[in-house]
């Protein structure tokens, strides 16, 4: 065996000893319960209509939850929030109730994979202008036809939009 090649596999074997990275860990949905309290607005969850936002941390296993999409987009957007994010999760508004969306949790998808619909006449949870997800682009479009506004996808959802005035 040539002795170039020889050292070459010992030292590709040693290289692979040494990596001690662990599986990454996998983060689900939770379900809101009753004790689910918003992040900025200090309101039990359950009590507020339209779709909901969790972002899990890195460092932690529960949820931060946001009674509204768009507090959770702002969280992600503001330089002082933890950029720890392991996980992001919204509402999908496909097949689902206005008023409790969060009863069902086959309705959590990943919030950089849905599409949104902004600018529309449907207020969100606390009053103010949402950005609506969904899964799939027939139910935006239905929706836009009813409520008006237009589809966007994550990161195109303006910054101004989010941290602008919400009326």
Not at 8 to 28: E, R, W
Not at 67 to 92: C, G
Not at 115 to 137: D, L, T
Request: with cysteine; hydrophobic share 35%; charged share 20%.
């Amino acid at each position: 065996m040539n002795i170039k090649l020889f050292f070459c596999f010992l030292l590709i074997l040693a290289l692979s000893a040494c990596d001690n990275s662990s599986p990454k860990q996998t983060y689900t949905p939770q379900d809101v319960t009753r004790d689910d309290i918003g992040y900025y607005c200090n309101m039990i969850i359950e009590d507020h209509p339209g779709p909901k936002a969790q972002i899990i941390l890195s460092n932690t296993e529960k949820a931060i939850w946001f009674s509204s999409v768009r507090d959770a987009v702002a969280f992600n957007l503001l330089p002082e929030e933890s950029k720890d994010i392991a996980a992001f999760y919204v509402t999908a508004m496909d097949k689902t109730d206005w008023d409790h969306p969060e009863k069902k949790n086959s309705t959590w998808i990943q919030a950089q994979s849905a599409m949104y619909v902004i600018n529309s006449r449907q207020r969100g949870g606390m009053g103010q202008m949402e950005a609506i997800p969904f899964k799939q682009k027939e139910s935006a479009n239905s929706f836009i036809e009813k409520h008006g506004g237009e589809i966007l996808m994550y990161d195109e959802i303006p910054k101004n939009y989010i941290l602008g005035n919400t009326q």
